[in-house]
């Protein structure tokens, strides 16, 4: 399924997961999504979040996922949120199968 924002294709679903081990962490996760949605304007299209077994997931829907990535990194980095087992991963809409952005080293990534 592709999305369409204005004539910009969004083909690619950019996962940011983060470790949630606690309603604090929770809350930093919903704090960052809600800032998330002012950096990338019209960009992208944050999509929502879920959370489940110990950890938290923001949906971005996007046509460049690496330039996304690049956008919101700086916004994860000041609020401390790019430690620890923070993922970001990519795939196309249209498959299951992800590419890890972040740790570069991280081979495996699921959406659980």
């Known amino acids: 399924m592709t999305f369409t924002l204005g004539i910009v294709k969004m083909e690619y679903q950019l996962v940011l997961q983060f470790a949630c081990n606690s309603a604090e962490d929770f809350d930093s996760v919903i704090e960052a999504e809600d800032q998330l949605v002012s950096v990338l304007d019209e960009s992208a299209i944050?999509?929502?979040?879920?959370s489940g077994s110990d950890q938290a997931n923001i949906f971005i829907l996007t046509s460049a996922p690496i330039i996304t990535f690049n956008q919101v990194k700086g916004l994860l980095q000041r609020k401390g949120l790019l430690q620890g087992?923070?993922?970001a991963a990519y795939r196309s809409t249209t498959c299951n199968q992800y590419t890890v952005l972040w740790p570069e080293s991280s081979g495996e990534f699921s959406v659980i």
């Not at 944050?46 to 879920?50: A, I, K, Q, R």
């Open 46 to 50: 944050v999509d929502g979040h879920d």
């Open 85 to 87: 087992r923070f993922k």
